[in-house]
């Protein structure tokens, strides 16, 4: 079965740099788009970034970007997201999630177990 495994969450201090990584099985990496979803207490997903797996093209929401930047490595079945200049606004739980914009955000079927993400000092 699909399994979506993250890790790399923590607390880190305003300006400071996580790097978050999610290791996939259970299916054909290579073939599927991948994305990251955050969500913080008391509000609905919010998408972050996608790796679309036929072009190699990404896309990153406007609110990350120039900060946040994903990849993906199929040698390894890994999907990562880099992450820096934090900010508060930043917190949340770090979903890694198998499709684009439109299939995750529908539906949790292939969403990850999540990693928590605090920005603090």
């Known amino acids: 079965q699909v399994q979506l495994v993250e890790s790399g969450g923590g607390l880190v201090q305003p300006g400071g740099s996580l790097r978050l990584s999610c290791v996939a099985s259970?299916?054909?990496?290579?073939?599927?788009?991948m994305s990251w979803v955050r969500q913080a207490p008391g509000k609905g997903p919010e998408w972050v970034s996608t790796s679309y797996a036929n072009s190699g093209r990404t896309v990153t929401d406007l609110s990350v970007r120039g900060r946040f930047t994903i990849s993906g490595d199929n040698s390894k079945n890994t999907i990562t997201l880099e992450m820096n200049s934090l900010k508060p606004e930043d917190t949340a739980r770090y979903y890694c999630?198998?499709?684009?914009?439109?299939?995750?955000?529908?539906?949790?079927?292939?969403w990850g177990q999540g990693t928590q993400v605090t920005v603090s000092s």
């Open positions: 999630a198998r499709g684009s914009y439109q299939e995750v955000m529908s539906r949790r079927d292939y």
């Open positions: 259970g299916f054909t990496f290579s073939v599927y788009d």
